[in-house]
Protein backbone atom coordinates (compact mmCIF):
# COMPACT_ATOMS: atom_id res chain seq x y z
CA UNK A 1 0.00 0.00 0.00
CA UNK A 2 1.53 3.12 -1.04
CA UNK A 3 1.44 5.99 1.49
CA UNK A 4 0.03 9.34 0.59
CA UNK A 5 3.06 12.09 -0.17
CA UNK A 6 0.45 14.97 0.87
CA UNK A 7 -1.94 16.29 2.96
CA UNK A 8 -4.75 18.80 3.92
CA UNK A 9 -3.47 20.96 6.56
CA UNK A 10 -4.22 24.03 8.99
CA UNK A 11 -2.03 26.91 9.19
CA UNK A 12 -2.68 29.58 11.44
CA UNK A 13 -0.88 32.34 10.03
CA UNK A 14 -1.05 36.52 11.38
CA UNK A 15 -4.65 35.07 13.70
CA UNK A 16 -6.20 33.77 10.64
CA UNK A 17 -6.30 29.83 9.96
CA UNK A 18 -6.11 28.71 6.10
CA UNK A 19 -6.43 25.23 5.19
CA UNK A 20 -4.58 24.09 2.14
CA UNK A 21 -3.80 20.78 0.55
CA UNK A 22 0.20 20.14 0.24
CA UNK A 23 2.98 17.74 -0.80
CA UNK A 24 4.64 16.80 2.77
CA UNK A 25 8.05 17.97 0.62
CA UNK A 26 6.16 21.89 0.61
CA UNK A 27 8.37 24.59 2.27
CA UNK A 28 6.65 26.96 4.59
CA UNK A 29 7.68 29.59 2.60
CA UNK A 30 6.40 28.07 -0.73
CA UNK A 31 3.04 27.73 1.21
CA UNK A 32 3.56 31.32 2.23
CA UNK A 33 4.14 32.88 -1.09
CA UNK A 34 2.95 30.28 -3.40
CA UNK A 35 -0.01 29.25 -2.14
CA UNK A 36 -1.87 32.00 0.37
CA UNK A 37 -0.14 35.14 -1.73
CA UNK A 38 1.34 36.13 1.79
CA UNK A 39 4.75 37.42 -0.31
CA UNK A 40 6.08 39.45 2.53
CA UNK A 41 8.60 36.74 3.14
CA UNK A 42 11.29 36.78 0.60
CA UNK A 43 13.19 34.11 -1.48
CA UNK A 44 16.56 35.04 -0.94
CA UNK A 45 18.96 31.47 -1.21
CA UNK A 46 16.44 28.88 -0.47
CA UNK A 47 19.05 27.35 1.92
CA UNK A 48 18.57 28.99 5.15
CA UNK A 49 21.57 30.97 5.23
CA UNK A 50 20.65 34.76 4.43
CA UNK A 51 17.25 35.58 6.31
CA UNK A 52 15.09 36.39 3.90
CA UNK A 53 12.54 34.98 4.92
CA UNK A 54 12.25 34.80 8.40
CA UNK A 55 9.05 34.66 9.75
CA UNK A 56 7.89 33.88 14.15
CA UNK A 57 6.49 30.93 14.82
CA UNK A 58 5.02 30.89 18.55
CA UNK A 59 7.03 33.91 18.55
CA UNK A 60 10.81 32.85 17.84
CA UNK A 61 11.87 33.68 14.56
CA UNK A 62 13.00 30.38 12.22
CA UNK A 63 13.96 30.60 8.79
CA UNK A 64 10.86 29.84 6.43
CA UNK A 65 12.36 28.11 3.83
CA UNK A 66 13.99 24.99 5.88
CA UNK A 67 10.72 24.95 7.65
CA UNK A 68 8.21 22.24 6.63
CA UNK A 69 4.76 23.26 6.15
CA UNK A 70 2.80 20.54 8.03
CA UNK A 71 5.88 20.64 10.72
CA UNK A 72 4.39 24.43 11.17
CA UNK A 73 0.29 23.08 12.04
CA UNK A 74 -0.65 23.76 15.26
CA UNK A 75 1.85 26.94 15.63
CA UNK A 76 1.13 30.48 15.29
CA UNK A 77 2.84 31.87 12.39
CA UNK A 78 3.66 35.54 12.08
CA UNK A 79 4.71 37.14 8.90
CA UNK A 80 5.80 40.90 8.42
CA UNK A 81 2.30 40.85 7.19
CA UNK A 82 0.87 40.69 10.26
CA UNK A 83 2.42 43.14 12.46
CA UNK A 84 1.03 45.99 12.08
CA UNK A 85 -2.25 47.10 13.21
CA UNK A 86 -4.30 48.85 10.77
CA UNK A 87 -2.26 51.88 10.04
CA UNK A 88 -0.37 51.47 12.87
CA UNK A 89 3.32 49.73 12.56
CA UNK A 90 4.84 47.69 14.88
CA UNK A 91 7.38 49.54 16.82
CA UNK A 92 10.36 47.56 14.92
CA UNK A 93 9.00 48.39 11.31
CA UNK A 94 8.59 52.41 12.47
CA UNK A 95 12.16 52.16 13.40
CA UNK A 96 13.28 50.87 10.27
CA UNK A 97 11.59 53.20 8.36
CA UNK A 98 12.52 56.26 10.84
CA UNK A 99 16.15 55.24 10.20
CA UNK A 100 16.60 54.08 6.56
CA UNK A 101 17.12 50.28 8.04
CA UNK A 102 16.34 49.72 4.21
CA UNK A 103 17.62 50.54 1.02
CA UNK A 104 16.11 48.25 -2.12
CA UNK A 105 14.12 46.65 1.01
CA UNK A 106 13.95 42.65 -0.22
CA UNK A 107 15.87 41.55 3.43
CA UNK A 108 13.18 44.23 4.83
CA UNK A 109 10.42 41.57 5.90
CA UNK A 110 13.30 39.31 7.63
CA UNK A 111 15.27 41.41 9.36
CA UNK A 112 11.96 43.27 10.97
CA UNK A 113 10.85 39.80 12.02
CA UNK A 114 14.45 38.73 13.13
CA UNK A 115 14.38 41.86 15.10
CA UNK A 116 11.74 41.35 17.06
CA UNK A 117 12.42 37.44 17.86
CA UNK A 118 16.34 39.08 18.68
CA UNK A 119 14.43 41.76 21.35
CA UNK A 120 12.78 39.15 23.23
CA UNK A 121 15.30 36.52 23.26
CA UNK A 122 17.49 39.81 24.71
CA UNK A 123 15.18 40.85 27.17
CA UNK A 124 14.79 37.33 28.28
CA UNK A 125 18.14 37.10 28.78
CA UNK A 126 19.62 34.73 26.42
CA UNK A 127 23.02 35.44 25.66
CA UNK A 128 24.61 35.39 22.82
CA UNK A 129 28.53 34.85 21.33
CA UNK A 130 29.34 37.99 22.26
CA UNK A 131 27.78 38.19 26.28
CA UNK A 132 30.49 38.50 28.54
CA UNK A 133 28.90 37.08 31.32
CA UNK A 134 26.55 34.12 30.78
CA UNK A 135 25.48 32.52 34.18
CA UNK A 136 21.57 33.26 34.01
CA UNK A 137 21.70 35.28 37.59
CA UNK A 138 23.40 38.16 34.90
CA UNK A 139 20.37 38.79 33.33
CA UNK A 140 20.29 40.15 30.01
CA UNK A 141 23.74 41.56 28.77
CA UNK A 142 23.75 45.27 27.55
CA UNK A 143 22.15 45.36 24.17
CA UNK A 144 25.06 47.07 22.35
CA UNK A 145 26.15 47.17 18.66
CA UNK A 146 27.82 44.60 18.96
CA UNK A 147 25.21 42.31 20.53
CA UNK A 148 23.14 43.45 17.87
CA UNK A 149 24.98 42.63 15.19
CA UNK A 150 26.16 39.26 16.44
CA UNK A 151 22.02 38.46 17.31
CA UNK A 152 21.31 39.71 13.23
CA UNK A 153 24.16 38.16 11.86
CA UNK A 154 21.96 35.35 10.37
CA UNK A 155 20.02 38.06 7.94
CA UNK A 156 22.02 39.32 5.11
CA UNK A 157 21.79 42.80 3.70
CA UNK A 158 23.07 43.35 0.18
CA UNK A 159 22.82 46.65 0.04
CA UNK A 160 24.59 47.21 3.12
CA UNK A 161 22.49 49.01 5.54
CA UNK A 162 23.67 47.19 8.89
CA UNK A 163 24.75 50.49 9.93
CA UNK A 164 21.17 51.96 10.19
CA UNK A 165 19.50 48.38 11.03
CA UNK A 166 21.76 48.33 14.15
CA UNK A 167 19.75 52.11 15.14
CA UNK A 168 16.37 50.66 14.89
CA UNK A 169 16.89 47.12 16.74
CA UNK A 170 18.60 49.08 18.96
CA UNK A 171 15.71 52.21 19.21
CA UNK A 172 13.23 49.41 19.33
CA UNK A 173 14.92 47.75 21.84
CA UNK A 174 15.08 50.45 24.40
CA UNK A 175 11.88 51.79 23.21
CA UNK A 176 10.62 48.92 25.57
CA UNK A 177 8.95 46.27 22.50
CA UNK A 178 8.28 42.81 23.43
CA UNK A 179 7.91 40.55 20.79
CA UNK A 180 4.41 40.63 21.16
CA UNK A 181 3.94 40.25 17.25
CA UNK A 182 1.08 42.54 17.37
CA UNK A 183 2.70 44.40 20.13
CA UNK A 184 3.17 47.98 20.95
CA UNK A 185 6.29 50.19 22.15
CA UNK A 186 5.40 50.17 25.68
CA UNK A 187 6.52 53.41 28.03
CA UNK A 188 9.54 54.63 26.97
CA UNK A 189 11.59 57.16 24.44
CA UNK A 190 11.67 55.99 21.15
CA UNK A 191 14.69 58.71 21.00
CA UNK A 192 16.99 56.75 23.72
CA UNK A 193 19.28 55.11 21.72
CA UNK A 194 22.38 56.58 22.49
CA UNK A 195 23.46 53.22 25.12
CA UNK A 196 22.52 50.59 23.64
CA UNK A 197 24.40 51.53 20.24
CA UNK A 198 27.63 53.00 22.06
Known amino acids: MALSTSSVI ?6 EKYTLPVDHRTTLLDALRERLDLTGSKKGCDQGQCGACTVL ?3 RRTVSCLQLAVAAEGHEITTVEGLAEGDRLHPVQQAFLDLDGYQC ?5 GQICSAIGVIEEHAAGWPSAVTDDVRPEAGPPPLTADEIRERMSGNLCR ?16 AGTSADTRGRASAGSANDTEG ?3
Do not use: F, H, M, Q
Open 10 to 15: TLKING
Open 105 to 109: GYCTP
Open 159 to 174: CGAYVSIVEAVARAAA
Open 196 to 198: AVA
Open 57 to 59: LDG
